[in-house]
């Protein structure tokens, strides 16, 4: 666990943020960088993001120019809130922008991806390489019975046949659904079962920190309860390095005769017809689901957040584009997982649709050392890295001689992302990795904006450390007080989003009310983001984090709804409450409150039953930092736990501060503050 140190370097990042935005830092580009960027000014940033908010068929027109369209759109966008679409008259197969159109040019033979394994093996997919993987495994899962507007779920680590695999879904119209790698088996059978996928596409297994990760023994757990799977398709990861032990312990892949087909024998026969078809694959409409990707809400149940293909691959191209600058010689490194959005957009369909080649590593950051991210930026070249303020946390406390072995001068631009960035993360990554020459874009985004919808482009536009900037091409952004009145400059309120734009969600998957009440009932016809902000006197926006009940823990979205229903399922759980508590590595640390069935008592062991129980309700990253057990919660009068207050004794008050006048009983409070951890 985290502990707080006097370094000022891990200081918390919102106490930071205030005296860090009255400090008002600003870091330029460099001329050298802005004299080669796409966008080189501040007036050229302003021209363009006016013209993308006045005139924004204009603006789009000539930005998705890059983009194969079947048939051209023929009216930008029409809305009637929260229902929206974009592109209207659009046909497209994505994944024509992602690789057909990069053979006929010198892009063919370029890297696509560089994958590192954690184990050391190096492969690289050019772009004439992943086109025919693509349009093999499309072939196979037409083989498989899939058609265009299936679910197909994808469990798999960061091997270069995820993003294949997405793009094969992509291919022939199905819809994928990515389930992060670390999710249990009951998570994983829960999201199969919601979206209602027929086939999934798993590995053997994936190297993570010297150790296998058994996913198809996973997910085999998880398929014994989705009844409408007829299929698994499973790559070998582990098979092919030929290590089939894992510290001393056997690892198997077991295969169910009849449903599961390894890739590899079934890659070696497709049927004439199906890859006659996945060679020359169907256009679809502009508003054809592309992909669900799972999120944590503030109910128990996950968000299937849908994103569709025109304006999702707009967003993606464009924003890739823009705000990593990119250039033909770049090699580009996002250490995100592909299970996240950022792995969707930022691995996939924004490089890709860009003909960029980008670096995918497969294990943790820490293995076998400290260094292993500087040495793959070493080895490889990596001009672009895009990690999260989580991770920066993390390589300042292993201490600057990791980063300092290797030689970073080919980086040139570093990224930021998941949560807010304290300003001292910032500039010890300025300083310490970028050498004090590269910028940092520090990009605001959800899984339900599709793409980045604020930062500062890096040629264009200063940075202030712990501010994400300025909104992006054709973003409306406000800070708006609770019943939409604007907030004065620096006062805090709900970030929103004022006018719909292409990358937007379009609804929850099954569930239409859902979507309509949690991002469209703050102010009529205006998306509310669920994060609290402010906007300083400069239009640069400071997001504080979540003001629903969504905790953010190392950059992973995590709802305490979610864990409180995982906690009470354990059978000697009478009550639960999640929160939040400020953590200097996490960003936030997972709380939990427990009272227990009677005749249970809270001990060591329970606690590990706990955890153990999260583990497989959830996953191991969504385990608590602390497990405390009380008799009572407390309560207002009419039974409402009082989250707030429990958010102040997690954070180490003896007597919390709130209004307690609808406390049920004032001694509940008392005796939890008293109780040691
Ligand atoms: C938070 C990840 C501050 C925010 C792309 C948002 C950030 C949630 C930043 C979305 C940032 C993400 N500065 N906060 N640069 N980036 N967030 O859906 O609270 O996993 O609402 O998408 O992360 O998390 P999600």
Not at 56 to 77: A, G, I, M, Q, Y
Not at 159 to 177: D, F, W
Request: aromatic share 8%; glycine share 10%.
């Amino acid at each position: 666990m985290a502990t707080s140190t006097d370094s000022p370097e891990t200081t918390h990042a919102t106490d930071s943020i205030e005296s860090h935005q009255k400090e008002d830092r600003r870091f330029p580009p460099s001329p050298t960088f802005a004299g080669r960027a796409r966008v080189g000014s501040h007036a050229e940033y302003t021209a363009m993001y006016k013209t993308s908010i006045e005139e924004p068929e204009v603006f789009w027109r000539e930005e998705t120019e890059d983009l194969v369209f079947r048939t051209p759109w023929k009216n930008f966008s029409s809305w009637e809130l929260p229902k929206a679409r974009f592109f209207e008259g659009a046909t497209l197969n994505v994944t024509e922008s992602c690789l057909d159109r990069h053979l006929g040019s010198g892009t063919r033979n370029k890297a696509a991806i560089v994958f590192e394994g954690e184990p050391g093996d190096v492969r690289t997919l050019t772009y004439f390489e992943l086109h025919r993987e693509v349009v093999k495994m499309a072939a196979i899962l037409l083989d498989l019975g899939v058609k265009s507007g299936d679910r197909v779920a994808i469990y798999m680590g960061m091997v270069p046949e995820a993003a294949v695999a997405m793009l094969a879904c992509a291919r022939i119209g199905a819809v994928h659904s990515v389930v992060f790698g670390g999710f249990s088996a009951e998570a994983l059978r829960d999201r199969i079962n919601d979206c209602g996928a027929t086939l999934v596409i798993t590995q053997d297994g994936a190297w993570r920190r010297g150790s296998i990760l058994p996913l198809k023994q996973i997910a085999d757990a998880a398929l014994a309860q989705t009844p409408q799977v007829k299929h698994a398709l499973v790559v070998q990861r582990i098979g092919k390095t030929g290590d089939t032990t894992a510290h001393g312990k056997p690892f198997s892949c077991p295969m169910t005769t009849g449903r599961d087909v390894f890739w590899e024998d079934a890659a070696k026969t497709p049927s004439t017809a199906s890859l006659q078809l996945a060679r020359n694959p169907h256009a679809f409409d502009a508003e054809h689901p592309l992909f669900i990707l799972y999120t944590s809400g503030s109910t128990g149940k996950p968000k299937g957040v849908l994103h569709t293909t025109a304006g999702y691959l707009a967003g993606a191209h464009v924003t890739t584009k823009y705000v990593f600058d990119l250039q033909e010689q770049d090699l580009y490194f996002c250490t995100a997982d592909i299970g996240w959005v950022t792995g969707h957009s930022y691995i996939v369909y924004g490089p890709l649709s860009n003909g960029a080649s980008m670096l995918m590593y497969e294990g943790a950051p820490n293995f076998p050392e400290q260094d292993r991210l500087w040495d793959i930026v070493e080895r490889h070249g990596v001009t672009i890295l895009y990690t999260a303020p989580t991770a920066i946390r993390s390589f300042i406390r292993w201490g600057d001689d990791w980063p300092n072995k290797h030689d970073l001068s080919s980086l040139r631009l570093l990224g930021s992302v998941g949560e807010p960035i304290n300003p001292e993360a910032w500039t010890w990554y300025h300083r310490v990795i970028g050498g004090g020459r590269c910028p940092i874009v520090d990009t605001w985004w959800q899984t339900e904006t599709g793409s980045i919808m604020a930062t500062t482009l890096p040629g264009a536009c200063y940075s202030k450390p712990g501010s994400c900037g300025l909104p992006f091409f054709g973003v409306d952004l406000a800070v708006v007080k609770d019943h939409g009145e604007p907030c004065a400059p620096g006062e805090g309120g709900k970030l929103v989003i004022k006018r719909p734009w292409p990358s937007m969600a379009r609804t929850l998957w099954n569930d239409e009310a859902r979507y309509a009440s949690a991002y469209w009932t703050v102010m009529p016809d205006v998306y509310f983001t669920g994060d609290g902000a402010r906007m300083d006197q400069d239009g640069y926006l400071w997001v504080v984090g979540r003001i629903d009940d969504v905790l953010n823990v190392s950059g992973h979205r995590i709802g305490t709804a979610e864990i409180e229903s995982a906690l009470v399922s354990h059978p000697s759980v009478a009550e639960a409450a999640a929160v939040g508590r400020p953590d200097d590595l996490k960003g936030q640390a997972l709380v939990v409150f427990v009272t227990l069935k009677g005749g249970h008592a809270g001990s060591p062991e329970m606690k590990k039953a706990i955890t153990e129980h999260i583990d497989k309700e959830i996953g191991k990253f969504a385990r608590p930092d602390a497990i405390r057990f009380t008799d009572a919660l407390p309560k207002t009068r009419s039974g409402k736990i009082m989250r707030r207050l429990l958010k102040e004794v997690a954070a180490g008050a003896k007597a919390p501060q709130g209004d307690t006048s609808t406390l049920e009983d004032l001694s509940v409070l008392a005796k939890l503050s008293s109780d040691e951890e």
